[in-house]
């Protein structure tokens, strides 16, 4: 519905909608992005045995402007999605040629803080509601008041069709409304420039068509909207203003969608069936189906650099040349007869948002004194961590069921070792069990995050590409989340073994404190060997690689082999094995500090000296502080590792 229909509608009513309320932010020529790319390549390694690259990407020119929706097509394997990374700042290393903004050099910081990047896998947090998620991205991108931001939310979520499902968890929505809530939490900082990676994807035809005129609206309104599509059906078709063709890595169609079916008579003198998808046609052309005019259609859009057949929409703003720029005026629309097909439908598209917050416009000189973040790094933290509680809060595998393992566990344990500890003819057994704990707690912390932290990778992506915080505030507050999960399940565990089997050495407090802090010590460490991991591999690699991270430690861990009888080339993997320190630790704050004798419950006791059980098991000499010290500073290398070896796999993915 048209804006002016609706206010004089309201007029008529004596009544002020919410979208009166805000003035509508159309852009205009000084804050539109007009992106030119010229003579742009990709080349990657054929494999890793050879330096030979193969390009995916061949010298392509286009010019991408606001007010128009754009749509990269071509078959698969043509570099659509490659074109759009690179386009949008995702991918930055082996690529050669040039990308401008506004007639000048691109700055890929001053321009990813005016772009957003809709992916084509939606990587929403699925314990969130609807409105929880935008309360959160507007805080993150937005630094206005408490009012401002609740308002664009409303009228956002209004505009896309999702104030009906303000309270659903994000896990519970249709296909279609998921893509609709990737676009508000991105529309929330209002950019100029929007980039869609198959937006369509696994919708059908109703929700695509839907999809694509929230698109269209967003053109309308000034922004540069640019999509990749496989196959737009004969409606999705009609509806897009410049197509951009690949194929093979190179551009053989760039200008408006309604003369393509002009350029395909001119340039291989093909007729499209009159009621024939000029899209569907289009593919044909491309694949061979009526010979081969692939170099022939290359050679007429001279790769992406031939302006004939575009064509200006009246109301279309051009973009005002900059000073200096060597771009020459838009040639006129050419006057070729359309096709029958090429004549667009009078589709009732979605309304124009009016966008209620201030847009962080691209500036020509670079970051221009804005800050990269709209929220500083304590702000961040904050905000990260409200929604990590109340994520984890709702999170029954990770929190709940978690905890009830541990205390089932820990009471089916102490059962079978009822009340031992102060028996030295159980003495052995006892010592197994203090094994068996610290092997419990190392492999549930280890797994629980190995399997739990590779689905949080794709949500980060998204969202630190798209600037909504800075990555040491997403692991700060990753950890801060879970740390008190993690404390809780150890103690829990830990609590009831040392009661029911019988544990109590004098002084009490105090080697029930030192017994607590070794187990909840092995479990931060063995659950940052999880993080590193699970950062590292994904699911599937990760639970298969994963123990042989972590068996060396076991193996060595001082239960199995003690150290007096290892060869003495391989006493260096007791040393950096942590299981040995907590082990010792543990041990020690059981049997250690000149405990007394302890009572026999048979005839002959060999271990009633507590002494004499550290002797034979190699522990005589070992030192509480000494394993605490060593903990912690492996925890804090580990931390460092962990975070190292995240920004990495980010920086992997080819941008900064």
């Not at 607590?516 to 699970?534: E, P």
């Amino acid at each position: 519905m048209d804006l002016s229909r609706q206010s004089s509608k309201m007029e008529q009513h004596g009544t002020m909608s919410s979208m009166e309320m805000l003035a509508p932010v159309t852009a205009t020529r000084t804050n539109q992005l007009n992106l030119t790319f010229s003579e742009l390549g990709y080349t990657v390694r054929s494999n890793f045995l050879t330096k030979d690259r193969k390009a995916l990407l061949s010298q392509i020119s286009g010019d991408f402007r606001p007010g128009e929706l754009i749509a990269i097509v071509g078959p698969s394997g043509a570099g659509k999605s490659t074109l759009m990374d690179i386009l949008a700042g995702f991918t930055t290393e082996n690529v050669t040629g040039s990308c401008e903004v506004n007639g000048r050099e691109r700055d890929i910081r001053a321009f990813r803080r005016s772009s957003a990047y809709i992916m084509q896998d939606d990587n929403l947090q699925p314990l969130l509601t609807v409105e929880e998620a935008m309360r959160c991205a507007a805080d993150l991108k937005l630094d206005t008041t408490a009012q401002d931001k609740e308002q664009a939310i409303n009228v956002i979520l209004k505009e896309l069709g999702l104030d009906q499902a303000r309270r659903t968890l994000s896990k519970s929505l249709s296909g279609g409304e998921k893509k609709r809530l990737s676009i508000a939490l991105e529309l929330i900082s209002n950019p100029p420039i929007m980039f869609f990676d198959e937006p369509t994807s696994g919708l059908d035809s109703v929700t695509s068509r839907q999809c694509f005129g929230i698109l269209k609206s967003l053109a309308a309104d000034g922004r540069t909207i640019v999509c990749t599509v496989h196959q737009p059906s004969d409606t999705l078709f009609d509806m897009i203003d410049h197509l951009y063709v690949l194929a093979e890595g190179k551009c053989c169609y760039a200008g408006s969608a309604g003369q393509l079916v002009n350029f395909l008579r001119d340039s291989c003198r093909l007729d499209c069936p009159t009621y024939h998808n000029p899209a569907d046609f289009l593919l044909e052309v491309i694949n061979g189906d009526y010979g081969d005019h692939l170099p022939g259609m290359i050679a007429a859009s001279e790769n992406g650099l031939c302006e004939r057949w575009r064509v200006l929409r009246e109301d279309e703003l051009a973009p005002t040349p900059v000073a200096g720029s060597s771009k020459s005026p838009l040639p006129p629309a050419p006057t070729i007869p359309a096709h029958p097909k090429a004549q667009k439908l009078d589709y009732e598209l979605a309304p124009r948002l009016p966008l209620p917050s201030t847009p962080i416009f691209y500036e020509l000189s670079g970051s221009g004194g804005k800050a990269y973040y709209a929220a500083g790094f304590w702000r961040q933290l904050w905000i990260l961590l409200k929604r990590n509680a109340l994520r984890l809060s709702r999170d029954r595998v990770l929190t709940f069921t978690r905890l009830t393992m541990h205390l089932c566990v820990a009471l089916l344990v102490s059962v079978i070792f009822f009340r031992i500890g102060q028996d030295a003819a159980h003495a052995l057994d006892n010592f197994a069990l203090l094994f068996f704990s610290l092997m419990f707690v190392m492999y549930s912390a280890f797994s629980a995050t190995l399997v739990t932290f590779p689905a949080e990778l794709p949500i980060l992506t998204r969202e630190h590409f798209n600037r909504w915080y800075r990555l040491r505030s997403f692991y700060l507050a990753q950890k801060l989340a879970d740390l008190p999960v993690q404390v809780c399940a150890a103690s829990v565990y830990t609590l009831v073994v040392f009661h029911m089997s019988g544990q109590y050495p004098e002084p009490y407090a105090t080697r029930l404190g030192l017994f607590l802090a070794m187990y909840v010590l092995v479990g931060l460490v063995s659950q940052m060997i999880g993080l590193i991991v699970g950062t590292l591999l994904d699911i599937q690699n990760g639970v298969i690689f994963g123990p042989f991270f972590i068996m060396p430690f076991l193996v060595f861990g001082g239960f199995f082999v003690y150290l007096k009888d290892a060869p003495q080339f391989l006493h260096w993997l007791f040393h950096v094995s942590f299981i040995k320190y907590g082990f010792e630790g543990v041990v020690v704050a059981v049997y250690g500090s000149n405990r007394p004798k302890m009572p026999c419950s048979k005839e002959y006791c060999h271990f009633r000296a507590p002494q004499t059980l550290l002797e034979i098991v190699d522990m005589k000499n070992s030192n509480y502080l000494v394993s605490v010290t060593f903990l912690v500073a492996l925890y804090f290398l580990l931390d460092c590792v962990a975070f190292t070896a995240l920004f990495f796999k980010l920086r992997a993915r080819k941008y900064r």
